[in-house]
């Protein structure tokens, strides 16, 4: 019986293995791994950690433009343009960035001051209601006083 559940186990660990790979592989820059590539090309164990070892060997790449992939070396190059485009870009952040600031403080001021406008109109409905108050209280003095004098 506790067989059987392991095997389930395994089984299970397995199938939840294979779409943990799926799922890397279909990310580009994994996939054109050399590593990657050299593992689902060579079939058997022995070329696969002879490969390995020359790969271990290999320089790490200094730049961009030393980074393999599939069709070979990348083609990265820097040029003034770039630079001024990549720097505009950063002043653009840093402006939406401010700007965005400057919307919260807005909104934050705005909420502020409907706080205080709402207490306003709540102390002038109670001045309201007092007058009000104030008005019937005259107008039953009045209806009474008028009363007594007929």
Do not use: C
Not at 60 to 75: D, L, Q, V
Not at 90 to 101: C, D, M, P, S
Not at 118 to 127: G, P, V
């Amino acid at each position: 019986m506790k067989s059987d559940t392991s095997v389930k186990e395994i089984n299970k660990r397995i199938s939840w293995l294979q779409r943990f790979f799926d799922e890397l592989l279909r990310d580009k820059v994994i996939r054109s791994l050399d590593i990657i590539t050299f593992f689902f090309s060579l079939h058997d164990k022995e070329r696969y950690e002879k490969m390995k070892k020359t790969m271990e060997k290999l320089a790490t790449p200094k730049n961009i433009s030393e980074i393999k992939h599939f069709e070979g070396k990348t083609t990265v190059s820097v040029t003034p343009e770039k630079v001024s485009l990549g720097k505009n870009l950063q002043r653009f952040a840093n402006n939406a960035q401010g700007l965005y600031e400057k919307v919260m403080r807005a909104n934050e001021d705005t909420t502020r001051v409907m706080q205080i406008l709402i207490t306003a109109f709540e102390h002038q409905a109670e001045a309201y209601k007092e007058l009000a108050q104030a008005y019937v209280l005259i107008e039953v003095l009045y209806q009474t006083k008028n009363s007594l004098w007929k």
